[in-house]
């Protein structure tokens, strides 16, 4: 069963790989170079996922031909959804948070690459109406 307190470790595990690729490769690449990199940096850490997943996209309960991917989606409960921009913008948010809506996901993470620290500035971490009703423990 999936808890509040899973989520979070899981949650600072993923952050951790983040943080670990980073201080390898710097700043200044492309998101593919990084998202290549965190996945073998989650792999290494026996970390699972999938890559690209498709998100199906519903209206008026019929699935659109809309092609929504996500970055990672890990151990079938986190989204992560990897950016590496001057800037991060609400709209980015927005992003995620429809992803997590669509897949009834309680928690996902943001993460940008083209900043000095991950921890600090690089991330942000996004829970909805999901997370509160699991349980803590």
Not at 1 to 19: H, R
Not at 61 to 75: A, P, Q, T, V, Y
Not at 88 to 105: C, G, I
Request: one cysteine or more; aromatic letters at 10%; proline letters at 2%.
């Amino acid at each position: 069963m999936i808890t509040q307190k899973y989520l979070d470790e899981l949650t600072y595990e993923t952050i951790g790989a983040a943080i670990e690729v980073h201080k390898i490769m710097g700043r200044g690449l492309l998101e593919t170079v990084y998202h290549q990199c965190l996945r073998e940096e989650l792999a290494h850490r026996k970390i699972n996922f999938l890559t690209e997943m498709k998100i199906p996209a519903l209206y008026k309960e019929k699935e659109l031909n809309i092609d929504f991917r996500c970055d990672l989606f890990i151990e079938n409960c986190l989204i992560v959804e990897l950016k590496s921009v001057q800037e991060m913008t609400n709209v980015f948010e927005a992003q995620l948070l429809t992803y997590m809506k669509l897949l009834k996901l309680p928690k996902g993470i943001l993460i940008n690459f083209n900043c000095s620290n991950i921890f600090k500035q690089g991330q942000k971490t996004l829970v909805n109406e999901y997370f509160k009703l699991l349980p803590k423990y």
